[in-house]
């Protein structure tokens, strides 16, 4: 019973790392946006993503896919703050 216990523990702490390694890969990949680039990039690419159910940000992509979601998608949970800009540690600075 304790090896399975350590297992799960193990495993959860693999994919815990994981998540955080694959969140920083991509804020490293890109330079925040100026806002007028920012808008644009937003409008062009709208018709790229579509609502399936994510809601969190460490789903997301880039800014521009959270923007989209909390825009147009219910129950998403990335504007902790209420201002209108979500993921803004992860993804929208």
């Known amino acids: 019973m304790r090896n399975i216990v350590t297992l799960i523990v193990i495993a959860g702490l693999a994919w815990y790392g994981y998540t955080r390694y694959q969140a920083a890969a991509h804020r490293s990949g890109g330079q925040a ?12 690419s ?4 579509t609502c399936d159910g994510r809601t969190r940000c460490s789903q997301m992509t880039s800014c521009a896919e959270a ?8 129950n998403t949970k990335m504007d902790g703050d209420n201002d209108g ?3 803004e540690s992860q993804w929208c600075q």
């Not at 709208?46 to 993503?49: C, E, G, H, I, L």
Request: charged residues 5%; contains cysteine.
């Open 46 to 49: 709208a018709s790229a993503f």
């Open 67 to 74: 923007t989209y979601f909390i825009e147009h998608c219910p």
């Open 33 to 44: 946006a100026p806002a007028s680039q920012f808008n644009t990039s937003i409008t062009e």
């Open 85 to 87: 800009v979500p993921c």
